[in-house]
């Protein structure tokens, strides 16, 4: 509980809690979208073999996850040492073992961890109806339906947290994320089925 | 036996924390720590505060520590209190 509440505490003093759930909502937002794309590619195309499937969306999953975490890393610890020389500057003193000087070496950690988890956890969970296949099947689901159904879910379920955010109606919110998802999938179907 | 019982600190603080969360960490160095935090002067990134603390017996090295450690510094001591306890002969 002693370290939560101690990032808990840097993450305030550098004002990076509004940082962290963007990134966790745009980079989750990019990899349920993701996921939803390339299981509508294999639908659209009949691919039937789930190995395959599971193979390229774990590898972009994976992909998606290193990328957030290491460009996430690399801007934050940029960003994070600029702020700590000006602040050092003002004060006109070293801050490198005050909290400040922690939160400049902590907290793009953080950040990173949630841009890259966020991503990784989505689509960890959109493809998880291809794992249980066997299941599905004696209930005449098809996983890759059932995948898509739990992208849609996701990608609601985000608009509706951002609505919250925001101070826009939930509903609303959560139908114009929804309409991104469906415009994705149409634009895939056309693009396929030529 | 001598105890300091009132400082009155120029400090320097970053805008985070803000007066109430640095307070609050100065007056748990001790366990009867009255802290008043006046803000002086604002600019783009830094405050001047003068920083009152009353006390039975206050120390100055954990709350310099404290100020540190939350990112200021301590200019000046404005003012201090002291009693010596006399043990009675």
Known sequence: MRIFSWLGFLLKITRSQVIARRYFVVNGFDGALTM??????????????????????????????????????????????????????AMLSDLYNSAHGQASRFIPLVIALINGLAPLLFSLIIIAPLGFQSHLSAYAIDPLLASIGIAFCIIFFLGIFLGRIGGVFWLLAGLMTLFIGLLTCGIIFLLTSY | MVSVKKLVLDVLKPHAPNSLEFAKAIAEQGRDYHVAITVEEVDEKTETVVMVIKGEDIDLNAIEQTISALGGSLHSIDEVEVINHRSPD
């Open chain 1, 36 to 89: 939803l794309g390339i299981i509508t590619g294999f639908y659209v195309s009949g691919e039937k073999n789930t190995f395959v499937i599971v193979s390229a969306c774990l590898g972009a999953a994976v992909a998606l996850g290193v990328s957030g975490f290491s460009s996430a890393y690399i801007s934050e610890a940029a960003e994070r040492l600029k702020e700590l020389k000006e602040l050092e500057n």
